[in-house]
T-cell receptor, first 114, second 113 residues
Framework: KAGVTQTPRYLIKTRGQQVTLSCSPISGHRSVSWYQQTPGQGLQFLFEYFSETQRNKGNFPGRFSGRQFSNSRSEMNVSTLELGDSALYLC?????????????FGPGTRLTVL | DAKTTQPPSMDCAEGRAANLPCNHSTISGNEYVYWYRQIHSQGPQYIIHGLKNNETNEMASLIITEDRKSSTLILPHATLRDTAVYYCIVRGSGSSNTGKLIFGQGTTLQVKP
């Protein structure tokens, strides 16, 4: 069974631009969560989607948004990029969600904001 | 979700067992102990999880104390490729649903030849 895939793997943007990252979960998984990882803050939860609905949201500004499609694929968008948004963005998928089953992570998208 | 405490770093000789401890003294009865590892700049990899009983899979063994306040992840024959940051996470379920995994700083395991 294929694992979680994320595209693109690397991205370079400049301040003020926007970016869209994509995550394809493991087949059959309906929950997709997003995390941001930086050297200073570690792994921090962004949001979780299940059956196209956002169920949980972390403490991030409104510039960070996401959505999930009917095939469970998910995208996250960051608008008006700031230097501090440079990070590894990870998505994880599971059957029912982070609180009730095992989550499997993708390889991440490395975003660099110049 | 219960908080976990792990040593920041550990060394292990290649071929020897690596024993990584984790304290979770505030764990409640329906919370699972999960272990993930993250090899440099890759996504976290699921290793193993347990509730009360000891668990073993092809990657590792998980020993949970009887009072469930601490656990130990055992890599039986560590290799250089096991060098990574290991995260111990207590995951809630049911009424303690927080909808996310809470990662601490983890333990950096360095396997040396």
């Amino acid at each position: 069974k294929a694992g979680v895939t994320q595209t693109p793997r690397y991205l370079i943007k400049t301040r003020g631009q926007q970016v869209t990252l994509s995550c394809s979960p493991i087949s059959g998984h309906r929950s997709v969560s997003w995390y941001q990882q930086t050297p200073g803050q570690g792994l921090q939860f962004l949001f979780e989607y299940f059956s196209e609905t956002q169920r949980n949201k972390g403490n991030f500004p409104g510039r960070f948004s996401g959505r999930q499609f009917s095939n469970s694929r998910s995208e996250m968008n960051v608008s008006t990029l700031e230097l501090g948004d440079s990070a590894l963005y990870l998505c994880a998928s599971g059957h029912t969600g982070p609180s009730t089953d095992t989550q499997y992570f993708g390889p991440g998208t490395r975003l660099t904001v110049l | 979700d219960a908080k976990t405490t792990q040593p920041p770093s550990m060394d292990c000789a290649e071929g020897r067992a690596a024993n990584l401890p984790c304290n979770h003294s505030t764990i409640s009865g329906n919370e699972y102990v999960y272990w993930y590892r993250q090899i440099h700049s890759q996504g976290p990899q699921y290793i193993i999880h347990g509730l009360k009983n000891n668990e073993t899979n092809e990657m590792a063994s998980l020993i949970i104390t009887e009072d469930r306040k601490s656990s130990t992840l055992i890599l039986p024959h560590a290799t250089l490729r096991d060098t990574a940051v290991y995260y111990c996470i207590v995951r809630g379920s049911g009424s303690s649903n927080t909808g996310k995994l809470i990662f601490g700083q983890g333990t950096t395991l360095q396997v040396k030849p």
